[in-house]
């Protein structure tokens, strides 16, 4: 029967392609009782990326709900085998992680504390283990391995095949060699799709189309940053010794995967610098299809993988396997709503993961979809995390190779991308580039880490190069003055004779305080959990500006415009662009201002805010603190930055960058979106009750209700470390009396209290009395020791940065 006849005129939810992500979408859908959703495939089934893929699935990723979704994956294949009689090629082989250098070690050792603290099996084992569990291979060279037993691989097409035959069985349909020709939209959401047998009216449209997703999303008017890369493995005939299945063999240093296949090896492989695809080069009617052997890229890789297996010199090669697969800017994938296009979904840019994570994205994305909320924070991978300026082609085509090569990188602290850079600059750039900065890229935009860099740093698990220098401006913030550039922040207005109500409605806390109030408030979902948090200053009835994270301002937009009601006299308009923000903090802001004409503005109560000239400049002054100390966020025209920045700096202040603002935060445990809060966190749970207002319905006050009479689950701690020596990067596992009782979410050195501090989520079954508790952090297999608190560990009565008079005496 013809597609023509059978494609039906309407569907809850069209699913577009129809790899293992998009089958997986469906299956979902279809199980949660969309049972109307169709798949619409440009070919067939699997002919994109999924069918050459080497589908390793490693359980653990870099946080506990990544690797939740892989867990379930792993579940998922014994199960629809079971429903559907399908097999899926689930082979539970596990898999080992090989160090031939100290830091490689203890970037695995670092794995395997995680894994532990995530419920995935993994233990550190010596050379006769093994040389046991893989005998062919030469590991003369190898210091350390960890050992993974959990871990397997499936076959892509059988996993297809049963998640179709399972959608199938719950009234989901599939339609192959039905390419989508455009998206059709009204009043800024989807309401179907075009294809080239007609339109479907629908009213969820998911993403899941592999190499073709960002012309998919240019279709739909969004911009969805992948691009695809040429990605190689070696396939040999068989090989004596090479009986059954063997682990496979994550040899990361030399940027390898072994395992067998079909009584030979696969060797794989993530190169230092990949080779991008310009997707035209692909054409419309790639499928199934391979790209040219290219030995003379391969070459290195091996000449690794000879000397790691040298059975391989003897070996006759079937074929060097070249594949697309697509990447992202950060390589994270993309799971969740598009920011600007309601009802648009993508599930796309699986940086190589797909297969290990296609059962527990499309799960999650389906219940995303029908309950309105994902099961737990996948705030890592929501698809508001790129800029406009990371979807350019240029851009991706020098950012994907990188991208690839870093899957196998050791994550050093402080590490930084190389390509497709200096995409933004703060108005401030040049300045901070004659003090030596050195910049991180967020959102796009090039902020500085830190100053009086000569070149770059050499990366490592210990006490950084740039330790004595982010110390020399923490000293300054504390004792005198420093300037932090916060230029990047959003900057949202909202205004209309309903303003007051419609925040006070989206918003946890007093949003109807009077006019030169700033209120620190957050944006939480139907379940409690922070879907923002940000400062808003309101200057009129009818007037408020909220500033918001640097990288929150698409999904805050998209957040404050889906709660707008119809009726609601609002206007919501994002003004990022055109003004500078510049933070004066320490001490002597005092007399600075005073010395620039303003000494009235130390007048301003905390959180309070004020327009003044300052040193010629009109400036909107807010007396707050990040950092812990006396200070102003000063806002200009971005024309006037400069200007600003040259009377604060020739005044006595100087320049402080995001190190030293991350350490003084943590030591005044003021927690950051990302890190320490997330949309599965509460404002009870992270201590911030004081912001919420205890009369009125909010979004989420009904939970919070809850909460309040059943008590908490967990704490957002302190933790005080006793070694000064110890380096904690926030991620570690927290241990009470042997037991895990939680984990860090930011950690840095406490230049203000001379040792290193954690902020924690603990659980409180296992810490009954956080005050003054004794616990340890497993950093990479060495377990410091260190006292909790629930307060700050550096002035925890905030007498520093409320009172001006205070500081007339300097510690």
Request: proline letters at 5%; charged letters at 20%; aromatic letters at 8%.
């Amino acid at each position: 029967m013809s597609a023509e006849r059978t494609l039906p005129n309407h569907a809850s939810a069209v699913v577009i392609g129809g790899g293992a992500m998009g089958c997986s979408v469906l299956y979902h859908l279809a199980k949660a009782g969309v049972s109307d959703a169709i798949l619409l495939e440009r070919n067939q089934l699997t002919s994109g990326t999924t069918w050459h893929s080497a589908a390793q699935v490693r359980q653990l990723r870099s946080t506990q709900n990544l690797t939740r979704l892989i867990q379930y994956s792993a579940r998922l294949y014994a199960d629809l085998e079971a429903e559907t009689g399908q097999q899926t090629g689930w082979y539970q082989t596990g898999s080992i992680s090989i160090a031939t250098n100290p830091d490689r070690l203890t970037h695995i050792r670092r794995q395997a504390a995680l894994a532990r603290a995530y419920g995935v099996t993994a233990e550190e084992i010596g050379l006769d283990d093994l040389r046991r569990l893989w005998p062919l291979a030469n590991f003369d060279d190898v210091i350390g391995a960890v050992w993974s037993p959990d871990d397997g691989r499936v076959n892509p097409s059988d996993f297809c095949q049963a998640l179709t035959k399972g959608a199938r069985a719950h009234g989901a349909r599939i339609f192959e060699n039905t390419p989508v020709t455009g998206v059709l939209k009204s009043d800024g959401r989807v309401v179907g799709v075009k294809t080239t047998f007609g339109d479907v009216r629908a009213e969820n449209v998911i993403v899941c189309g592999g190499l073709w997703s960002r012309e998919l999303g240019a279709m739909a008017g969004t911009r969805i940053p992948v691009l695809p890369c040429e990605h190689f493995y070696l396939l040999t005939k068989p090989v004596d010794g090479v009986d059954g299945h063997l682990p496979t063999l994550s040899d990361h240093d030399s940027h390898l995967y072994i395992r067998d296949e079909v009584g030979g090896l696969l060797v794989g492989c993530f190169e230092p610098m990949g080779k991008p695809i310009d997707p035209v080069t692909l054409g419309e009617n790639f499928a199934f299809g391979l790209l040219n052997e290219d030995w003379d890229h391969f070459e290195p890789m091996m000449l690794n993988a000879l000397h790691r297996l040298p059975v391989l010199e003897h070996a006759e090669v079937r074929m060097l396997l070249n594949g697309p697969e697509s990447f992202t800017p950060d390589g994270s994938f993309l799971l969740g709503p598009a920011p600007d296009v309601d009802g648009l979904w993508l599930c796309c840019g699986m940086n190589s993961v797909g297969i290990a994570t296609g059962g527990g994205a499309g799960w999650a994305l389906a219940q995303w979809i029908t309950d309105g909320a994902p099961p737990f924070a996948l705030d890592e991978v929501h698809p508001s995390r790129f800029p406009d300026v990371q979807n350019e082609l240029n851009f991706l085509m020098a950012r994907a190779p990188e991208v690839l090569g870093e899957h196998y990188a050791i994550h050093y602290p402080g590490h930084q991308w190389t390509t497709g850079r200096n995409l933004r600059k703060t108005p401030l750039h040049e300045k901070w580039v004659e003090a030596g900065a050195r910049f991180a890229q967020v959102y796009g935009w090039e902020r500085p880490q830190y100053f009086g860099c000569s070149g770059e740093p050499e990366l490592t698990f210990g006490q950084p190069a740039w330790f004595d220098q982010v110390g020399a401006e923490v000293e300054a913030a504390h004792k005198r003055a420093a300037i932090f550039d916060q230029s990047t922040f959003g900057k949202i207005s909202v205004t209309g004779a309903d303003a007051e109500s419609f925040l006070n409605r989206v918003c946890a806390n007093d949003m109807a305080r009077p006019p030169g109030s700033v209120i620190y408030t957050a944006m939480l979902n139907a379940r409690g959990g922070y879907e923002s948090d940000f400062t808003a200053l309101r200057f009129g009835a009818e007037d408020y500006r909220l500033y918001v994270g640097t990288t929150a301002i698409k999904r805050d937009m998209a957040w404050l415009k889906a709660h707008r009601q119809a009726d609601e006299r609002v206007e919501i308009t994002n003004e990022s662009e055109g003004l500078a923000i510049l933070g004066l903090m320490g001490p002597e802001a005092v007399r600075i201002v005073d010395d620039l004409g303003a000494g009235h503005i130390n007048a301003l109560g905390y959180f309070r805010h004020g327009t003044f000239d300052l040193g010629g400049v009109e400036v909107l002054a807010a007396r707050m603190s990040y950092v812990g100390e006396y200070g102003f966020e000063l806002t200009c025209a971005t024309g006037d930055a400069g200007k600003l920045c040259d009377a604060l700096a020739d005044a006595g202040a100087t320049p402080a960058g995001l190190f030293a603002q991350t350490s003084m935060r943590i030591e005044k445990r003021f927690l950051a979106m990302g890190h320490d809060l997330d949309s599965d966190t509460t404002p009870l749970e992270a201590g911030l009750g004081f912001a919420v207002k205890r009369k009125g319905q909010f979004i989420g006050s009904e939970a919070l209700t809850r909460q309040r009479d059943d008590g908490v689950s967990s704490h957002l701690v302190t933790i005080m470390l006793d070694d000064t020596g110890a380096n904690p990067l926030g991620d570690e596992p927290v241990y009470a009396q042997g037991k895990l009782a939680g984990q860090a979410t930011s950690a840095a050195f406490g230049y203000r209290v001379g040792k290193p501090v954690a902020l924690a989520r603990v659980d409180v079954d296992a810490l009954h009395e956080p005050e003054g508790a004794r616990v340890e952090l497993d950093i990479a297999g060495v377990y410091a020791a260190g006292t909790v608190t629930l307060r700050a560990a550096f002035d925890p009565d905030g007498v520093r940065m409320r009172s001006g008079e205070a500081l007339k005496v300097v510690a």
